[in-house]
DNA sequence: AAATATACTCTATATTTTAGAGTACTCTGC
DNA sequence: GCAGAGTACTCTAAAATATAGAGTATATTT
């Protein structure tokens, strides 16, 4: 039984170990689309933060955005990727299966 | 319902966003005391830097140790502390919240 | 028209993680 | 009885990461 941690243990997903991005991922897995602005009031982080973190899973690949001006404004929109649902469920399950 | 995403996620622990750290506490919530190198076998870090994780989290109080001797062989003892129980607790409570 | 706000990006510093070397032994085989 | 390998750590310095704050461009409020 103690062998299966080892494989729990390599679950874990070190981009979805920090709070924003894992909670950015949940969120996106609930909401489908969500703009910065309604992150940036959820998560109370910092715009330059917030940004960052956003950037990394861009990056990675799970998240993926779209921009456009509503009116004049700016707005950045973000969805899951397939990848990122596969990475969300996959951390959960490591997280889970380790506490339990 | 939006509101409690906030509280859920004021409720995540930055000392258990690490994966070993939050491994660390999840085994010693199942196994209630283990060893520096059960811990080392089971989760593959190296020497050095599972040392600085046991140490951060004996540093909050999550942990103790109790340093004693097998033989002529020295041991290092592990087990979670009342205060690490309830912040691992509150951390998964914050982790399913925000991925449900 | 000045002040405040929104929606970001960029950059530089602070913090954290990590690997690897070091210490102090023990144990095993020759 | 001593060389080589192993255990159980700690220490240190470099690499990676997180974070704050400044900057840009526009909108809205007073």
Redesign the pocket.
């Known amino acids: 039984m103690d062998e299966n941690i080892q494989s729990e243990y390599q679950k874990l997903d070190?981009?979805l170990?920090?709070?924003?991005?894992f909670a950015i991922c949940a969120l996106l897995k609930r909401y489908d689309k969500m703009?910065?602005?309604?992150f940036?009031?959820l998560l109370k982080?910092?715009?330059?933060?917030?940004?960052?973190?956003?950037?990394?899973l861009e990056d990675a690949a799970y998240i993926v955005?779209e921009?456009e001006f509503?009116?004049?404004?700016?707005?950045?929109?973000y969805q899951l990727t397939e990848q990122g649902r596969a990475a969300l469920r996959s951390h959960l399950e490591g997280l889970e299966a380790l506490a339990s």
């Open positions: 070190r981009l170990e920090h709070r924003s991005r703009a910065f602005s309604r940036k009031q982080e910092t715009d330059g933060n917030l940004g960052a973190q956003l950037r990394k955005v921009k509503q009116g004049r404004k700016p707005v950045s929109w």
